[in-house]
């Protein structure tokens, strides 16, 4: 085996971590759909892919080095909410407990002279912050806006995917 068994261990942790974050944003999405919140239901679809997408190359990273994949089971995701603040607040906090999960495998590697995990979960951690700081600028415009407001933020949302494109 190419890491060492904790390395392996904090891996499979973060599969479990990626996989069970991108079931609750399934849910997340589904909840604003249901709103008629296409925008934030948008959003968080894109969410799951992209934390789908991590636990898949950690998946990769894990057989590459020779370890077995061990997938704990997963939390059952939160499907109602009070609000769209409480929505994207549960986004925003995922996000920052994956930064703070990846931010220790960073350090494990470091710890074990594990190079070629360390740069690919430096990467992962990149990723992570910067999911995290659009959902806590999103989180702002939610509370500004108020429920009353969601028209509005559903603009802002749209207006913002028309200037990535």
């Not at 990769?60 to 939160?78: D, F, V």
Request: proline content about 2%; overall charge negative.
């Amino acid at each position: 085996m190419l890491i060492s068994d904790t390395t392996a261990g904090a891996i499979n942790q973060q599969i479990g971590n990626d996989l069970g974050d991108s079931l609750q944003y399934v849910a997340t999405s589904a909840h604003f759909a249901l709103e008629a919140l296409p925008e934030l239901a948008g959003l968080c679809g894109t969410l799951v892919e992209a934390r789908r997408e991590s636990g898949m190359r950690c998946v990769h990273h894990l057989t590459e080095a020779g370890a077995r994949l061990e997938i704990a089971s997963l939390p059952m995701p939160q499907n109602e909410f009070k609000s769209a603040e409480d929505a994207v607040q549960l986004a925003l906090d995922a996000e920052i407990k994956n930064r703070d999960g990846l931010t220790e495998l960073v350090e494990l590697s470091i710890k074990e002279s594990d190079h070629v995990t360390h740069r690919f979960v430096v990467a992962l951690l990149s990723e992570a912050f910067s999911r995290a700081s659009h959902l806590s600028s999103l989180l702002k415009v939610v509370q500004r806006a108020g429920e009353a407001g969601l028209p509005h933020v559903e603009a802002h949302l749209a207006a913002q995917s028309r200037k990535q494109l």
